[in-house]
């Protein structure tokens, strides 16, 4: 069992930066790939980053591709979401899971735990 809880969300002006964090409890945490998610009001939740479990692998949506950066502290159970250059578009409620997939995967199918989710908003 695997708990995953975000912070770090809030408001932030276009062009902006806000530095995400997911703090899991449990022992096994370094076995799990990673995951963010978002969801838009009345869209439907998309992949955003993944990690290994490692950390030697990362993989991005192409919307987020050179402006966002996922990492993990497996000593501190917690992978965070660095994102820079923040548009508009990128408002959303932002989500964290986890996978026991050897690899990271972009469906939300192979996700077992989530989070509860962190408001990010970014005006214009």
């Known amino acids: 069992q695997v708990q995953l809880v975000e912070s770090g969300g809030g408001l932030v002006q276009a062009g902006g930066s806000l530095r995400l964090s997911c703090a899991a409890s449990?022992?096994?945490?370094?076995?799990?790939?990673m995951g963010w998610f978002r969801q838009a009001p009345g869209k439907e939740r998309e992949f955003v980053a993944g990690i290994r479990w490692s950390g030697g692998r990362t993989y991005y949506a192409d919307s987020v591709k050179g402006r966002f950066t996922i990492s993990r502290d497996n000593a501190k159970n917690t992978v965070y979401l660095q994102m820079n250059s923040l548009k508009p578009e990128d408002t959303a409620a932002y989500y964290c899971a986890a996978s026991r997939n050897l690899v990271v995967d972009t469906t939300q199918g192979a996700y077992i735990y989530w989070g509860q989710g962190t408001q990010v908003t970014v005006s214009s």
């Open positions: 449990g022992r096994t945490f370094s076995s799990y790939a």
